[in-house]
């Protein structure tokens, strides 16, 4: 998942915690979002950032191989007791990751309804010499806010509701934040954080650039444009449509 799929997700990990107080605790997710879990009021033991982006691949393709190997190399001789695939639309990885750490139990808990794509697990499974898990879906009806989602396959593993903890930021990053703040000219309370990029994989979920301006406009308010850096492009062009002063963009990171 992205960015917000991370931060919608803390609760639910905190409550798995909660639930299994003496077991430990390890987020998978995309290299580019894995600092965000140091933020949530109760961050993972371990976090395993991966320069994979599962959604991208769709088919056997040449490269996927070398970049799959490389996604599961950390996870090489462990063994875990269980896992759980969090995503909204869960795909190939989680069953070959479960698959690659031996677990006994896994569960996933798709938030749409998705014709099976199974081709491309076997495929990848009988090339990496992996015997597959059974991956139990719990069903949830479709289009359910993400929240209510966790909180459906939390309950279904007896380990629900997720957990509503405020989050803070500690003082070396906020200091940090409030002094790129001061070089872009915005103070801290005193602008709006807009994200306009949305999912880079699913065109239909970007609203208009143009759109995203108006609206900007209208609010009258400084303006810090977020994304990653393969979006600084499109960021630059949000801000020109924008025009006058009190704009900044950070794409990717300061």
């Known amino acids: 998942g992205g960015m917000g799929d991370l931060v919608l997700l803390a609760g639910a990990a ?6 299994r107080p003496g ?3 390890i987020l998978a997710c995309r290299t580019a979002f894995a600092p965000i879990a140091a933020l949530w009021p109760q961050p993972p033991d371990e976090v395993v950032g991966l320069d994979l982006d599962p959604a991208a ?3 056997p393709a040449p490269g996927l191989a070398g970049v799959l190997a490389a ?6 001789g462990r063994r875990a007791a269980a ?3 969090a995503a909204q639309r869960p795909g190939w990885f989680g069953p070959v990751l479960a698959a690659a750490l031996g677990v006994p139990a896994a569960w996933c808990c798709p938030g749409a309804p998705e014709v099976p794509r199974h081709g491309l697990r076997d495929i990848l499974l ?6 597959g898990v ?3 879906a719990i069903p949830v009806p479709p289009r359910l806010h993400e929240l209510v989602r966790h909180d459906a396959w939390l309950a279904a593993l007896g380990a629900g509701p997720a957990v509503n903890a405020p989050w803070s930021v500690g003082d070396e990053a906020r200091a940090a934040a409030e002094a790129w703040l001061a070089q872009a000219g915005l103070s801290p ?7 306009p990029g949305g999912a880079a994989a699913t065109a239909l979920k970007r609203w208009p650039r143009a759109n995203f301006a108006a609206v900007l406009r209208e609010i009258g308010l400084p303006v810090l444009l977020l994304g990653g850096a393969e979006e600084a492009e499109a960021l630059r062009s949000v801000a020109a449509a924008l025009g006058g002063p009190g704009c900044a963009v950070l794409a990717g990171g300061p």
């Open 189 to 195: 309370g005193g602008f709006i954080a807009c994200q």
């Open 134 to 136: 059974p991956v139990e």
């Open 126 to 131: 009988h090339e990496f010499g992996l015997a």
């Open 71 to 76: 996604a599961l190399r950390p996870f090489a």
């Open 83 to 85: 896992l759980v695939d």
């Open 57 to 59: 691949w769709e088919a």
């Open 23 to 25: 077991g430990r605790l």
């Open 14 to 19: 905190a409550a798995l915690r909660r639930a």
